[in-house]
T-cell receptor, first 119, second 109 residues
Framework: DTGVSQDPRHKITKRGQNVTFRCDPI?????LYWYRQTLGQGPEFLTY????????KSRLLSDRFSAERPKGSFSTLEIQRTEQGDSAMYLC?????????????????FGAGTRLSVL | RKEVEQDPGPFNVPEGATVAFNCTYS??????FFWYRQDCRKEPKLLMS???SGNEDGRFTAQLNRASQYISLLIRDSKLSDSATYLC??????????FGSGTRLLVRP
């Protein structure tokens, strides 16, 4: 499968525990994005990387959240001291960033997501 | 005010019907626009990009009105398999996607 891969697919944890999610993007894609989606809402941007550099973080990303993409390939998203409000679907997407004139090359492809439930 | 606004629906239509979804966006500097489809408990999948000239892909037609900051999606001859949530999406200057809350479509036999 050459699509975006996320692991685990589901995670149930107790409040206060730390959790880590992994995303493997499409192999030639240089941009990797994390989004969060709650029930009845569209995905909301959290952060993104171009290669190994984290270029932007949303204000939604509190100090308890950290993301890395150490070698410019896979990425991890860690949530420390989880709270019930962190329960959501965490989606990863990747794209091949090109000049704006090449819209097709900026299409983001999503993984199946990691569904987090904090009890 | 949300950056991308959509009617949440649900739109409940019979097979074969034509249905239209609308969406407005607030950032006039937005450059790229998309419709994504999301099935229940699945990831969003690109349905089509939206161009100023309008574009069609089979039964699906998308239109963009930059002056009114308005995007539309028309589905003709609805199929049961079209039942899903349709997300209106705007790409900002840093390439991140801004999603609407989605419009639910239910196609009944």
């Amino acid at each position: 499968d050459t699509g975006v891969s996320q692991d685990p697919r589901h995670k149930i944890t107790k409040r206060g525990q730390n959790v880590t999610f992994r995303c493997d993007p499409i192999s030639e894609h240089n941009r990797l994005y994390w989004y969060r989606q709650t029930l009845g809402q569209g995905p909301e941007f959290l952060t993104y990387f171009q290669n190994e550099a984290q270029l932007e973080k949303s204000r939604l990303l509190s100090d308890r959240f950290s993301a890395e993409r150490p070698k410019g390939s896979f990425s991890t998203l860690e949530i420390q001291r989880t709270e019930q409000g962190d329960s959501a679907m965490y989606l990863c997407a990747s794209s091949l960033a090109r000049d704006r004139g090449q819209i097709a090359k900026n299409i983001q492809y999503f993984g199946a997501g990691t569904r987090l439930s904090v009890l | 005010r949300k950056e991308v606004e959509q009617d949440p629906g649900p739109f409940n239509v019979p097979e074969g019907a034509t249905v239209a979804f609308n969406c407005t966006y607030s950032n006039s500097a937005s450059q790229s626009f998309f419709w994504y489809r999301q099935d229940c408990r699945k990831e969003p999948k690109l349905l089509m990009s939206v161009y100023s000239s309008g574009n069609e892909d089979g039964r699906f037609t998308a239109q963009l009105n930059r002056a009114s900051q308005y995007i539309s999606l028309l589905i003709r001859d609805s199929k049961l398999s079209d039942s899903a949530t349709y997300l209106c999406v705007v790409m900002d200057s840093s390439y991140k996607l801004i999603f609407g809350s989605g419009t639910r479509l239910l196609v009944r036999p």
